[in-house]
């Protein structure tokens, strides 16, 4: 059974039409029982679903149906596994059909523009390239079942500080290249069910009303065909906002939202063919949500389980491994200390909160890999009462054992969604308890828990071994267990540079911003960007992460095909990569591209092509890895358009951005980018056009003075525009000159 769109569309009443595009209740859409259309649900999950049949609580916080806790954002990113998350994507998609669920409401993929955003657990990266082909991954596993997305949230969306009202000011080249591309990359691959938008304002208009986001950008440039859904409370004038491209207002504000619909269209305020355009869309997405309705599936916890603790464990990033400490000895005494370790946090706090099927903590997961384990809880999460007592006790478990392991981390009341981080600091009882079993004992390994980046400097000195967690969903615990004994090679890569210290993220001067205004004053220049063109030393860069066993790459090759012009250019990066080490392993080639010198500001490098390998002891493998002529460009906002300027680039390969040690250098070359001259070009502008300079030396061959001839004048004068030197006397070239050139010089 399917839904006549275009039939409906001429039955539906005024007043019909207005209705779908604001929903029924908190989960639903609107259905029109006089002309059979049913209304679908839609849900909570990017991590797992949170489905509340029926009209769940009043904030849509509570009550949903169990479901698989999968990894979240920042740990699944760290796998660098687009496979995996697809893997992923289709189960929570199974999952969504047992429930009758039509719309997952994620994945997310902000930009992790600062540390402290107190929803990074939800998001991928700091890089819009990583987030861009995970997103890709997720969206296509889910999808491929007959269940759909919401990519969100649009656009960006980089804080929960007053983020209802908070006005981003971002320039558009910053926006075209970090804070929309992953949207972009998302749409054109594989076109999601809906796109939601977020509560913020975007340069002085809310994104639920802002028709340059939502139509010229969404639409008219992405070619996005689906539903723009609002976040659940962003939309503030119903009107404007479906004049804007919003289809469908979440929960609904009902009735006022669809009265003013039907008012606006009565007064001829509103197009009724704009009506017409959103209520299609809510109609086209309720005929493809109609396939999971009658469903009497059921799913396989079991398997999803599994999948999730395989999931986690990949997601695993081993930071540390001194005197290779990890994987643990069998047969050795193990310490297990931190209330982490029994009392697991596994996932974030607010609308991504899922209610697991089944909860592994890594205190019963080490008992069952090393038999007789000893635990200590340390701390205190919450209630820190009794932290000098559990100190102490741990110290005593700790002396006794061989090798300690240590789990630490950030408490849930530490970062959730609905306020940001003030600092990156772990908790300070934790500290001081892995201090004091550093003391009593040299051989600590620290297990990390946590959904956001962490300073590392109290922890780093008192353990010999470090891994990060994450927040690895209800299957962590399995999954610490499996890296720590060595039954998974830790293959997991940072998808998010950890500074030293908070100061040193570029954003820091400008997050959370004041006044309900934030000027995303560094630019392009967050994450990796920002650390690279300050030089700023980091504790463990972009893409890093260690493995049980050693990696070669070697016989770098780029070959270019196409062109600028043609706007086909590509280059096919290829490397061998070896597994040299005793155990099989996964390595991540990452390539990045450099412009060796460029006419705007760039990054010094940025990710552009990665592809994960796994080896067997002692095998090799030749990966290919495909760029395309955007890997070379950057937004022009001289042109509006994407550019590539002549010029040499830098393919650079190898584990991590700051581990690069595999180069070749391409000559490209692209048709000028420079703007056209005008009366207002400067003169080093006429002067670096092979033409302008040429028309310039005929126009004062007969005059007194050639200023190009004076390198020392042109020094001082050469930034001024040609038409303020017209004016001044003494030059040859007047204004009538000054017109003649820029006639002859366009007609050229």
């Known amino acids: 059974m399917s839904l006549d769109v275009d039939a409906l569309l001429s039955e539906l009443t005024l007043e019909e039409k207005a209705s779908l595009t604001s929903g029924s209740s908190f989960w639903y859409t609107a259905p029109v029982e006089r002309l059979g259309i049913p209304k679908i649900m839609v849900s909570d999950g990017p991590h797992g679903l949170r489905a509340q049949p029926g009209e769940g609580d009043h904030v849509g916080l509570g009550g949903s149906l169990p479901a698989t806790c999968f990894p979240t954002a920042s740990a699944i990113a760290s796998t660098w596994n687009s496979d995996l998350l697809r893997r992923v994507g289709e189960a929570l998609a199974q999952e969504a059909r047992a429930a009758n669920l039509s719309v997952i409401l994620g994945p997310g993929i902000n930009m992790k523009r600062s540390p402290l955003c107190g929803r990074n657990f939800e998001y991928f990266s700091e890089d819009p390239y990583l987030a861009g082909e995970l997103g890709v991954g997720i969206v296509e596993g889910i999808q491929s079942r007959g269940v759909g997305t919401s990519v969100k949230h649009y656009a960006a969306n980089n804080q929960e500080t007053d983020r209802l009202r908070v006005d981003t000011q971002v320039d558009e080249r910053t926006l075209r290249e970090i804070y929309l591309p992953a949207f972009e990359r998302i749409v054109k691959t594989c076109q999601p069910w809906t796109i939601m938008c977020s509560y913020n304002k975007v340069n002085g208009l809310s994104a639920s009303e802002n028709p340059w986001l939502l139509t010229t950008v969404l639409r008219e440039e992405f070619g996005f065909a689906g539903l723009v859904v609002s976040d659940w409370g962003a939309v503030y004038h119903r009107v404007p906002a479906a004049r804007a491209g919003l289809d469908l207002e979440m929960p609904p504000n009902l009735p006022r939202s669809p009265d003013q619909v039907v008012a606006a269209v009565r007064a001829g305020e509103l197009d009724e063919q704009v009506l017409d355009a959103r209520a299609r869309a809510v109609l086209e997405l309720v005929d493809k949500g109609m ?65 697991p099927t089944k909860v592994e903590n890594a205190l019963d997961e080490l008992r069952a890999a090393f038999g007789d384990v000893t635990f200590a809880a340390g701390y205190g999460i919450g209630d820190t009462s009794a932290d000098e007592a559990l100190r102490a006790e741990a110290v005593d478990v700790a002396a006794a054992a061989d090798t300690v392991v240590m789990l630490i981390g950030l408490p849930g009341a530490d970062e959730s969604e609905g306020f940001d981080r003030t600092h990156m600091k772990l908790p300070a009882n934790q500290i001081a308890a892995l201090h004091a079993v550093g003391a009593a004992n040299r051989k600590v390994v620290v297990a990390l828990v946590n959904g956001s980046t962490v300073e590392l400097g109290e922890v780093l000195p008192h353990a010999r071994g470090v891994i990060e967690a994450w927040l690895g969903g209800q299957a962590a615990g399995g999954a610490i267990a499996d890296v720590l004994s060595g039954k998974v090679n830790p293959s997991g890569r940072l998808a998010e540079s950890v500074p030293h210290r908070l100061e040193d993220n570029s954003s820091y001067l400008n997050f959370p911003g004041d006044s309900r205004v934030v000027r995303y004053g560094e630019g392009l220049f967050i994450g990796y960007r920002g650390y690279d063109a300050t030089h700023t030393d980091v504790a463990f860069p972009f893409g890093f992460g260690l493995s049980y066993t050693t990696f070669a790459t070697s016989d770098l090759d780029v070959a270019v095909s196409g062109s600028v012009a043609a706007g086909d250019l590509a280059a096919r990066v290829t490397v061998t990569v070896s597994n040299i080490g005793p155990v099989a392993g996964a390595e991540v080639v990452q390539v990045y591209v450099r412009d060796v010198e460029a006419s705007v500001a760039r990054p010094v490098r940025e990710l552009k092509g990665f592809a ?54 391409v000559a490209v070359d692209a048709p000028s980018i420079a703007p056209p001259l005008t009366a207002d070009s400067t003169l080093h502008e006429w002067m670096a056009d092979e033409q302008g300079l040429a028309l310039i030396k005929e126009a004062v061959a007969a005059g007194q003075h050639d200023p190009t001839r004076d390198a020392e004048l042109v020094s001082v004068i050469g930034t001024m525009p040609m038409s303020t030197l017209a004016a001044f006397e003494g030059m040859s070239i007047d204004h009538d000159t000054l017109d003649k050139l820029v006639e002859r010089r366009h007609a050229h």
């Not at 930071?319 to 297990?336: E, M, T």
């Not at 067997?616 to 994407?642: I, M, N, T």
Request: charged fraction near 30%.
């Open 291 to 355: 396939g999971v309705l009658d469903l009497d599936e059921e799913f396989d916890a079991e398997r999803n389980h599994a999948l999730a603790r395989a999931a986690a464990a990949e997601s695993v990033v081993l930071l540390k491994n001194d005197d290779r400490i990890l994987p643990l000895a069998s047969g050795s005494r193990i310490a297990v200390i931190g209330e982490f370790a029994r009392t697991p946090r596994f996932q974030g706090a607010g609308s991504s909160q899922v209610n």
């Open 612 to 665: 994960k390998v796994a080896l067997e002891p002692g095998e090799s493998r030749q990966v290919a890895v495909d760029l395309d002529q955007r890997a070379f460009s950057f937004w022009s906002e001289l042109l509006g358009k994407w550019v590539v300027e002549a010029g040499d680039f830098s393919i650079e390969v190898g584990r991590h951005s700051r581990d690069l040690p595999l180069t070749r250098t």
